[in-house]
């Protein structure tokens, strides 16, 4: 597309955002950037629509149709809410579960999100702040609901949001379901279609209670009571990195039975800024340099670091001359894996019909782990919701053990 041409289609665009539908501040926004004397962030900010893909959305914040804002936001929530009122037509009442994580903005997006579901006779259960995205999985099932939607852009930079959108067994959602809604949200083609006020009788606040069954569910599996009982005191340190973990990894840790859990104070403070690091990932070795120190200070055993909606773990441990040393991704899946599988066998829980799942980029090591110990293993695509769906296939028929992928991710449940 020739400049002017360009030009044209953005200014054309950007104007439509001046119009009815939009608040002041977005106005605001819009002008300054039409009356900037440099046209790239009109031109970044409304070339192209923010494409709702197969993982939802993600992008920068800010005005336009191509960031993550109330509008963007709203028009993927309308778009999902009109696929579950057709999908579920059957039902007298659709449920879904609404979390977000610590970044900037995200509290105000699922609030939106939970308004435009309520506004469409969706009862929305909205947690009463940020929360670890396994918990809204969790949460999805546990409350029977047909969908779940998380606001968080995982481990990108502070500019970033996301969208996660999510199935009634609480993971993201695969075919047929995303395209289906990814049709449903192109439909969307004005401000004026999205149900923006919301129906306060049709969301229902959750928190407390909720983490505590989360908690309780994940203490039962656990598989060596007598070696926490014998190790309780090891010196640990964790940190979220500011992100949701600090909500409850320390509670989940302590409810293990471990007593020395040591953390990092300048990262316990949740922070869309992630002030402390350049990158709020695990899998960047300088994200884990205050734990590090930490670490050294107290002369820790291990350190532990989740991402910033705490779906993923970092692991530092310290090698035979006493330097710490970064566990990588694949790592992690093949030390879990291998103990979740003899664990089990030495506790007699095998009947032949249990197997573990790995992705297709995640080490082949693990299927020598696995034939070695003689059980099933299933390759899939990369990303958990694929191996949510092994599970789904494999349900009532086989028992899951494990799975996990080299990008520091790891599920040992169904749940």
């Not at 600090?246 to 471990?258: C, E, M, T």
């Not at 066998?345 to 095998?350: H, Q, V």
């Not at 090591?365 to 599970?391: E, L, P, R």
Request: with cysteine; aromatic share 8%; net charge negative.
């Amino acid at each position: 597309m020739e400049n002017d041409e360009l030009m044209k289609v953005v200014t054309e665009k950007a104007n439509l955002w001046l119009g009815d539908g939009y608040d002041e501040a977005t106005k605001a926004e819009v002008r300054r950037m039409l009356n900037a004397e440099d046209k790239t962030e009109l031109i970044d900010s409304f070339y192209r629509d923010l494409e709702f893909g197969t993982g939802g959305l993600r992008g920068i914040m800010g005005a336009g149709s191509n960031r993550m804002n109330k509008y963007t936001v709203g028009a993927a929530t309308q778009g999902l809410a009109n696929y579950l009122k057709e999908a579920f037509a059957e039902l007298p009442e659709i449920a879904v579960v609404v979390g977000h994580d610590v970044r900037n903005n995200s509290r105000e997006y699922a609030e939106i999100v939970a308004d435009i579901f309520s506004a469409n006779g969706i009862k929305a259960y909205l947690f009463d702040s940020f929360r670890p995205t396994p918990e809204l999985s969790f949460a999805i099932r546990e409350l029977g609901c047909q969908s779940g939607v998380n606001i968080t852009a995982s481990h990108n930079p502070k500019e970033y949001n996301g969208y996660k959108a999510y199935w009634s067994d609480g993971a993201q959602i695969i075919a047929p379901h995303d395209v289906n809604i990814i049709d449903n949200v192109n439909k969307i083609k004005s401000v004026s279609e999205i149900k923006f006020e919301g129906d306060k009788s049709k969301i229902v606040i959750i928190g407390d209670e909720m983490d505590q069954k989360f908690l309780t569910a994940i203490k039962g599996l656990q598989l060596s009571p007598e070696a926490v009982a014998q190790y309780h005191d090891l010196k640990l340190v964790y940190t979220p990195i500011h992100g949701t973990g600090v909500k409850l990894i320390p509670a989940s840790l302590r409810n293990y039975g471990f007593t020395n859990i040591i953390n990092v104070p300048e990262q316990d403070v949740p922070s869309g800024d992630f002030p402390t690091v350049e990158s709020p990932n695990p899998e960047v070795p300088s994200a884990m340099a205050m734990a590090i120190a930490k670490a050294k200070e107290v002369e820790a055993d291990l350190i532990l670091a989740s991402d910033p909606d705490a779906d993923r773990i970092g692991c530092v441990l310290r090698d035979d001359n006493g330097e710490y040393v970064l566990i990588n991704g694949n790592q992690i899946v093949m030390i879990l894996l291998n103990y979740i599988m003899t664990r089990n066998k030495e506790l007699g829980r095998i009947t032949g019909k249990e197997y573990i799942v790995k992705t297709i980029v995640t080490t082949e090591t693990i299927k020598s782990i696995a034939d070695q110990n003689g059980f099933k293993m299933y390759d899939c695509y990369t990303g958990f919701k694929w191996i949510a769906a092994v599970i789904r296939d494999n349900e009532g028929v086989a028992r899951y053990l494990g799975g996990g992928e080299e990008s520091y991710g790891f599920l040992a449940e169904e749940f």
